[in-house]
């Protein structure tokens, strides 16, 4: 099949960008999205031309590097779906297709499709952790944790970091990345002792990055590959107020 | 000839070897620990827990990789689980049994001392992951659940679902944040090593890139470790991410490191398969998936019904008949090779014909769905989206892929290469695993080389350094280190030929897979050889790199790895040539049973091959370590 992309190209950060279009023959209904973009980069190589960058590792649905807006939404049209394990079959022939990097202010672009999101890293810095030093914990199944709580702290643990909750929001707010955190961590009798801390610190944090506030869309939840739940975000408030009330 | 190689294994019995000699392992007083420097390259498992770890210590951590985030690193990916001698669900395991069957699945073929630490502190390992808020399995009684996996009879295996790796390394990161956060630690994302400065024999620093700028930029330390994973991504195709790459354990060995068993590499037998030619992976289907699923293959050679419509009688469960004893949980090895056997032999299914059955069907009769969707989930999905096909309703299709690399950078008992000073832990050493992977050891030996070995050894030697300032890095080492490394980027961007370095991957890839692959031969070896110097030399006058070195460039990084890889390719090669003998994933079609398996020689074999560079284009030169086994009886491997 055949497909024309509308490719957003720049530089660097401090450059312009702009819309490039390319056609694409002969690309397979089986290839994933990121092969398709790895068989532009051949050609445009062997042509002399820039190549797209974007980021991508595991090429799995598991690390989280990749992350582009694909006709209008962040990672493309399928539910809980990275956009490396987004397939062409999901297309139509000879579709126009628009790729777009993550916009947000606390997302600057470095360079074409590839985005800066240190910011999420600077807000788990700030309280995403339990602490505990390595050799000081007690046997695993001394403090038996209920099943359920388990269960929730896995869903949220599974979220992996790409940044479409705050490319799909309106506001650019980073809510659903920390409250998937926070509820995370709010499952384990081991976490209680400093979570009024971490949840004011985190929720500061991630103020003070530029991420927008929360005014209830569910655009994040639509978009996001892992499923995190909005209802963590109710958690997170929860948790945030129960937090400022002790103050 | 032995010379370099002191393994340094303690004196003592096996189980106390390791407590004696943290006794004598000399400390550094915290107030010194401030002074010293230690870059930590790599933030997986092994790298998250080094650092994080020292950093609670109190030295001053530089650590480095080359994605955004170091939560993304490759451990992210691993599905299946963590082993640990727990002993939770009283079914006799024991460190010993642990340590046995690792052994024994290393096909005698790593050092009893250090595998045996290895299953003394996986114990600790799940106690902080734990503490850290990893959230494995538990059951309905709050107590956490273990599963066999990978060719045992115990339960011993923890995990979260298919997320195991994603959900200790989120735990490792969040740790590392930490220090991060209380200054111990400072992170460099989006850096390359490029390669390791050494001065006066010592390892005191690395050259790294900037990859969003291109600015080479010099750090120095006291002690260097890398923990920069495996180098399976030399098949091209294979499990692991796409950026994985052997460059910094390849330039510490070209800088005096010794590297061993490099060809020990293990092929998975559960991958998807290759399903078209632009594929650039292939995903793993976690193992755990042996425990339900049944493995066939029809009886009748290209049967191409579909799999639902061939009856019982007329499919071949070929592991179950051939390995009655372990069925579909044989070793990985042993899958790999019989899934290659039939589909060789005519009988494979899918397009292709390389392809086998994992079904589901029995399983899900007598279990119900509700727990094949509890077990497995997110594997199915991930399955059907790529594939379009649904595990649920038909049989995967599974075979085997380039997976794991048990060689690495030799390694004595304290985790120091040959070079002083220089550290290698976790999937870029060698020291644990031999030929032959025990499935979920990695994790464990990742987390505990980086949470409770190094940190106690590397104090003993940087005990001698508490009056060495802080290493400058205007010294003429750093210098030559530095125009090396811009000489090489400069002549990668000025070749400007025709092809991309993702071309002179593939076809490395396919030289790899074929000759130096799930089988070896003699021939097929030396052809290799030819093969890859021609790869090689064209390589070197036929790559174009677009753009330019002092940007973001993706392409010169990956020019930069292949480089590296087609090197290190080659001694692959040499050390399958030179160990004439079948062990554990390294199959030599020479040394067979009558019925197929493979044949070790522990008379002239039972050694460590460590390789010490010689020179660009010159044989590599041959140093063993002989492998003593005082505590187990090198036994044979059967499976029947
Ligand atoms: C699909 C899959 C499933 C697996 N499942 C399991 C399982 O269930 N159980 C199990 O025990 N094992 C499993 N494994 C194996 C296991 O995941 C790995 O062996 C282990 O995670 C390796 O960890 P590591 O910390 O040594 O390296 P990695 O996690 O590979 O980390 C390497 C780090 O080094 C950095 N790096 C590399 N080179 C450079 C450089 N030149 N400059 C700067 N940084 C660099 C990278 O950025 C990265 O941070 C699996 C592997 C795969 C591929
Ligand atoms: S919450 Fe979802 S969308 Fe947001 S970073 Fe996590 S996985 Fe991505
Ligand atoms: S490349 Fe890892 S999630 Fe897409």
């Known amino acids: 099949m055949k497909v024309k ?124 952790y339990i602490s505990v030093n390595a050799g000081a914990a007690q046997d695993a199944n001394a403090i038996p944790v209920p099943k359920h709580n ?10 992996i970091g790409c940044g479409a909750c705050v490319a799909a929001c309106k506001n650019a707010s980073a809510m659903l990345f920390v409250a998937a955190k926070i509820t995370h961590l709010a499952q384990f009798p081991q976490g209680r002792v400093e979570a009024p801390e971490r949840v004011k610190r985190m929720v500061a944090k991630m103020d003070e990055l530029g991420f927008g506030s929360c005014t209830n869309t569910r655009a994040c939840e639509a978009e996001c590959p892992k499923g995190i739940s909005i209802s963590t975000i109710a958690k997170l408030n929860r948790e945030f107020i129960s937090a400022k009330l002790k103050d | 000839m032995m010379s370099k190689l002191d393994a340094k294994i303690p004196d003592g019995p096996l189980a106390d070897k390791w407590t004696n000699h943290k006794a004598k392992l000399r400390l550094v007083n915290p107030a010194n620990r401030r002074k010293l420097d230690i870059i930590v390259v790599g933030t997986g498992l092994a790298g998250a827990s080094a650092a994080s770890t020292l950093g609670e210590l109190g030295y001053n951590v530089k650590v480095f990789c080359y994605q955004d985030s170091p939560r993304r690193a490759h451990s992210v990916a691993a599905q299946g689980g963590i082993n640990a001698a727990k002993n939770y669900k009283n079914d006799n395991d024991s460190v010993y049994r642990l340590f046995y069957d690792m052994l024994k699945g290393g096909d005698f073929r790593a050092r009893e001392a250090n595998v045996y630490r290895a299953a003394e502190v996986s114990n600790l390992v799940i106690d902080h992951y734990t503490a850290l808020g990893v959230p494995f399995a538990r059951d309905y009684g709050g107590l956490i659940e273990n599963r066999s996996f990978g060719g045992v009879q115990v339960s011993r295996t923890f995990y979260a679902k298919g997320q195991t790796g994603q959900q200790c390394l989120i735990g490792a990161y969040s740790a590392l944040s930490r220090q991060i956060d209380k200054g111990t630690v400072t992170m460099y994302p989006r850096r390359e090593m490029m390669d ?32 920069t994973g495996g180098y399976g991504t030399i098949y091209y195709l294979s499990t692991l991410a796409l950026n994985s790459n052997g460059s910094a354990a390849w330039r510490a060995h070209k800088r005096g490191a010794l590297f061993a068993n490099p060809s020990f590499v293990q092929i998975h037998p559960t991958s998807i398969p290759v399903l078209n030619d632009h594929q650039c992976k292939l995903t793993l289907m976690s193992e755990s998936l042996r425990n339900d699923g049944r493995v066939w293959v029809p009886k009748k050679k290209g049967d191409t019904r579909k799999p639902n419509e061939i009856p019982e009688e007329e499919r071949d469960y070929y592991l179950e008949r051939r390995y009655p004893a372990f069925g579909n949980l044989v070793p990985r090895d042993v899958a790999s090779r019989a899934a290659k056997e039939r589909c060789d032999a005519g009988y494979g299914v899918g397009p292709t014909g390389l392809s086998v059955y994992l079904d589901f069907r029995d399983a899900i009769q007598k279990k119900g769905r509700k727990y094949i969707e509890d077990s497995y989930g997110n594997l199915f ?25 048990m060689g690495g950078l030799w390694v004595d008992y304290n985790l120091m290469t040959t070079i002083p000073g220089l550290y290698a832990i976790g999937e870029a050493n060698f020291s644990d695993h031999g030929a032959n992977r025990l499935g979920a050891s990695s994790l464990m030996q990742t987390s505990g080389d980086g949470y409770f070995i190094l940190p106690y050894t590397i104090s003993d030697y940087l005990a001698d350094d508490i009056r060495t300032p802080k290493i400058p890095t205007n010294t003429p080492e750093f210098d030559a280190a530095e125009k090396e490394v811009k000489e090489r980027i400069d002549r990668l961007m000025s070749i400007n030929g025709t092809e991309t370095a993702t071309s002179f991957h593939k076809r490395l890839g396919k030289i790899m897979w074929d000759y130096c692959g799930m089988v070896r031969n003699e021939e097929g070896l030396k052809k290799a050889l030819g093969l890859l110097d021609e790869l090689k030399e064209e390589f070197w006058k036929n790559l174009k790199v677009p753009d330019t070195a002092n940007e973001m460039n993706q392409e010169l990084e990956k020019a930069n790895r292949i480089a590296d890889f087609l090197e290190l390719g080659k001694l692959l090669v040499y050390d399958a040539l030179n160990r004439r003998e079948s062990c554990g994933a390294h199959f030599r079609e020479e040394s067979q049973t009558e019925t197929g398996e493979a044949k070790r020689d522990d008379q002239n074999f039972a050694y460590v091959a460590a390789w010490e560079f010689a020179g660009d284009g010159n044989e590599p030169i041959l140093h063993k370590e002989e492998l003593k086994f005082e505590y187990v009886k090198l036994q044979e491997r059967s499976y029947k």
């Open chain 1, 5 to 128: 992309l509308k490719i957003w190209r720049q530089k660097d950060s401090r450059s312009k960008g702009k819309f490039e279009i390319y056609e694409l023959d002969n690309v397979a209904p089986d290839m994933s999205f990121l092969e398709m973009l790895d068989a532009l980069n051949q050609k445009l190589i062997k042509e002399g031309k820039s190549p797209v960058a974007f980021d991508h590792d595991c090429r799995e649905g598991i690390c989280g590097s990749c992350g582009i807006y694909i006709n209008g939404r962040p990672h493309g049209n399928d539910h809980r779906t990275t956009t490396c394990e987004l397939r062409l079959r999901r297309f139509k022939d000879g579709e126009t297709i628009t790729i777009e990097p993550w916009r947000a202010a606390a997302f600057p672009v470095v360079k074409d499709l590839v985005v800066d999101r240190s910011a999420f890293d600077k807000i788990i810095q700030a309280g995403g």
């Open chain 1, 150 to 159: 388990a269960d929730v702290a896995f869903d949220t643990a599974s979220c």
């Open chain 2, 381 to 405: 999905e991930m399955y059907e989206k790529i594939t379009g096909e649904s595990p649920y309703e038909v049989p995967m299709r599974i075979y085997p892929a380039g997976h794991y690399t």
């Open chain 2, 196 to 227: 390791l400065v050494v001065i006066d024999g010592k390892a005191r620093g690395i050259i790294a890139r900037n990859l969003v700028t291109g600015e080479i930029e010099r750090h120095s330390a006291h002690a260097v470790v890398l923990a």
